[in-house]
């Protein structure tokens, strides 16, 4: 969920070399294309627009292609930053059988909230952030992906406490 330090984490992983696909950036690059301003609502309105008129698969698809050109190129790691819904997990989980770990950077929504209140880019106050929250829970099946994880990050100290998470989870997988 927003807030909860997934960019710490996935910055963290493209500093040490690994290549990210990034789920928001299909989002971005569509609405740049289709010269559809950004805003947070302009941002809701169009992830849920392009689902119902594409399939609720078509940032998957996107970064699936992504992925594959990765792996061609001779990416051995990659991480996907920003699985948002259930069908996404689903079709990742069958497209890459047996490849693909998942990790939730998870964080209580006091915490979250306070985060997004004064993050640089994009910052939401708590009814926007909740709205967002709500949104993604019901209309992008955001829930299922973070049930289902292989792992989790707890992200409620400082960047290097949780940076020291991912390392010992990244060592169990043999990353």
Do not use: C
Not at 72 to 97: C, M
């Amino acid at each position: 969920m927003s807030g909860s330090g997934k960019s710490i984490i996935v910055d963290y992983l493209t500093e040490h070399g690994t290549p990210k696909v990034y789920f928001g950036g299909m989002i971005y690059k569509e609405m740049q294309k289709r010269g559809i301003e950004r805003t947070p609502d302009s941002e809701r309105e169009f992830r849920e627009q392009i689902r119902q008129a594409e399939g609720t698969d078509w940032v998957v698809r996107q970064a699936i292609a992504e992925t594959k050109d990765l792996i061609a190129a001779g990416q051995k790691r990659i991480v996907l930053d920003g699985v948002y819904s259930w069908t996404e997990y689903n079709i990742l989980k069958h497209e890459f059988p047996g490849e693909l770990t998942v990790i939730a950077i998870v964080a209580a929504k006091p915490l979250r909230y306070a985060r997004v209140a004064v993050r640089p880019e994009r910052p939401f106050d708590a009814q926007k952030i909740r709205e967002r929250d709500y949104s993604e829970i019901e209309n992008l099946e955001k829930g299922g992906p973070i049930a289902a994880a292989d792992y989790y990050i707890l992200n409620d100290g400082t960047i290097p406490e949780a940076h020291a998470q991912l390392d010992t989870i990244l060592k169990k997988i043999n990353f």
